[in-house]
């Protein structure tokens, strides 16, 4: 591709970027503190008939959701009509909540029937310790355990010393994890430092404040919700892909994290 048409995208990027953040870091931002719940005039789902606005959120989720076939760290098709993405730190409490409580059910009512794919990204805002538990879930997930080990992790809330080097090589032992000495290597390789630094710089470009947050094709959902806020944003968004000549998807082989 010529150097004039590379420069001349990356500025269009850029432009879209500049206009999306103001919109989705309000819709995103709420209190650091993992301890404390969300306050109660919080925006969940950014529900909107603006047009402008939508054609953000559209351009947003152009911009974020990756649909790599074989992604270890996405759940479901790469070809779902709807994609969630997951801003989270092991370290934060309501992250671990929606995995335990809202997760199963969004996978047996929309991700076993292929219409959702649930990408994650490992976005650490708790220091070292989260940053060392994020690059175990990628090293697990490159034994094809990462569902297992994150959700192991997400148990119950571990913080410190729970999540030390051989603390986490015996969860991912717990977890299926079947070469240990790969496992130990991969979390302190460059790799998982570069995936890290990667989903990061995607939160914080995007204006992601804190933890957790989502994007639903593109709209924001700012902490862990009730489960009934995000199935009608995937209700509305699947409604939405539906309108616009898109259709569901049957499950199939096309799955990712199965």
Known sequence: MP??????????????VALIVSLVATALAFTQDDDSAPAADAPAGQRTTDPE??????????????????????LGRHDAPVVLVEYADYQCSYCGRFTRE?????IEKYVDRGVLRIE????TVFGADSERAARASWA?????????????LFAKLRKGDALAEDKLIDLAEE?????????????????????????????????????????????????????????QVIDEALAATKASGGAERPAGPKADGK
């Open 120 to 123: 994650f990204r490992n976005f």
């Open 175 to 231: 977890s299926g994890v079947r070469d240990l000495d790969r496992f130990a290597e991969d979390m302190e390789g460059s790799d998982a430092k570069a995936a890290l630094k990667r989903d990061a710089e995607e939160g914080y470009r995007i204006g992601v404040q804190s933890t957790p947050s989502f994007l639903i094709n593109g709209r924001p959902v700012a902490g862990a919700q009730p489960t009934e806020v995000f199935e």
């Open 102 to 106: 809202t997760q199963p059910k969004l």
């Open 140 to 152: 697990a997930a490159q034994q094809g355990r990462f569902r297992p080990f994150h959700d192991t």
């Open 53 to 74: 606005r939508q054609r953000l959120y559209d351009q947003l989720a152009k911009a974020t959701s990756r649909r790599e076939g074989g992604d270890k760290l996405a």
């Open 3 to 16: 150097a004039r048409t590379t420069t001349r995208r990356l500025a269009a990027i850029g432009a879209v």
